[in-house]
């Protein structure tokens, strides 16, 4: 369906921007500032143009997300791994979401791997409950970070992104 969109979700300041930036680019692009609602963003991946979506994560901007759940071929969930307090809350959001929908294929970014305090993302997968989230749904978790703009982006954002493409052409 043309008219769907990748949805990326997850609390302001996990990194949405600079991931959605970096694919785009295929090199490291920080964001600098906060998204104030949306922030459509097309790729080119494989001869296909996607679309992604992604809204802003701080307070306003959150009860959006579920409204667009329908809109969504896949829903990126993209989470600070070093942001230890706050992961109960994007685990809270991330299951409101995934209960408004049971099938939508999700994509964890257990996002800033570099930072020294970063989870690791077996312990991401246990924070955010990821066993509870639905028997009927294709998951996925990626271990991701962007460190020094324009460098490239690390493999394991590559292969999210190859992945994204193959997802995003098999789910209608
Ligand atoms: N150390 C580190 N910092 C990162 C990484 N990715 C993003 N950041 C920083 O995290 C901050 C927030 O990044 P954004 O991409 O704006 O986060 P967002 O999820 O789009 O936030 P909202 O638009 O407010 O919802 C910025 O200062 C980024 O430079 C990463 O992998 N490692
Ligand atoms: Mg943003």
Not at 27 to 39: I, L, M
Not at 75 to 95: C, G, M, Q, T, Y
Request: glycine share 6%; aromatic share 8%; charged share 20%.
């Amino acid at each position: 369906d043309k008219n769907k969109q990748i949805l990326v979700l997850g609390l302001d300041g996990a990194g949405k921007t600079s991931i959605l930036d970096s694919l785009a680019l295929n090199k490291v692009q920080h964001s600098k500032a906060p998204t104030q609602g949306f922030n459509p963003v097309c790729i080119d991946i494989e001869d296909n143009q996607m679309e992604f979506l992604e809204i802003g994560g701080s307070e306003p901007f959150r009860s959006y997300w579920e409204m667009y759940l329908f809109k969504g071929l896949l829903l990126i969930f993209v989470v600070d791994s070093a942001d230890h307090n706050r992961l109960p809350e994007a685990k809270k959001f991330l299951h409101q979401l995934t209960e408004a929908n049971p099938i939508l294929p999700l994509v964890v970014f257990a996002h800033k791997q570099d930072l020294e305090a970063a989870y690791h993302i077996t312990d991401i997968h246990e924070a955010l409950a990821l066993s509870e989230v639905g028997n009927d749904r294709k998951l996925f978790l990626f271990g991701t970070q962007v460190t020094k703009n324009g460098s490239e982006i690390p493999s394991t954002m590559q292969d999210a992104k190859d992945l994204i493409a193959h997802l995003a052409a098999n789910v209608q």
